[in-house]
Nanobody, 126 residues
Framework: VQLQASGGGLVQAGGSLRLSCAASGRTFSSYAMGWFRQAPGKEREFIAAISRSSGITYYTDSVKGRFTISRDNAKNTVYLQMNSLKPEDTASYYC????????????????????WGQGTLVTVSS
């Protein structure tokens, strides 16, 4: 599967952005999806994950209540709605996919995911 992330940009603190990650192929519903981010000089970190059927989502503590991951399997797309953005959210954001037979599986580690999109840059100004 090939992944194409989009939706990044410059936003003021307190603002919102919605990232999209479009996947190629006809088996998108077989993949659990995740979002990660990497700030300059820092390691890539997990942000959010969603199971194949959208039944299970998981967030890192720093974005709980502000970010929402969702997916539309008919459109082969996963989204990350980001509200109440803070300057510390500034980073390149990456989507990732893992083919799994489990409708409940989701991954929180970089090594959980085989397929990665290119990053989309989010800059939050203070």
């Amino acid at each position: 599967v090939q992944l194409q992330a989009s939706g990044g940009g410059l936003v003021q603190a307190g603002g919102s952005l919605r990232l999209s990650c479009a996947a190629s192929g006809r088996t998108f519903s077989s993949y659990a999806m995740g979002w990660f981010r990497q700030a300059p000089g820092k390691e890539r970190e997990f942000i959010a994950a969603i199971s194949r059927s959208s039944g299970i989502t998981y967030y890192t503590d720093s974005v709980k209540g502000r970010f929402t991951i969702s997916r539309d399997n008919a459109k082969n797309t996963v989204y990350l709605q980001m509200n109440s953005l803070k300057p510390e959210d500034t980073a390149s954001y990456y989507c990732a996919a893992h083919n799994t037979p489990s409708s409940r599986w989701y991954g929180r580690e970089i090594y959980d995911y085989r397929y990665w999109g290119q990053g989309t840059l989010v800059t939050v100004s203070s």
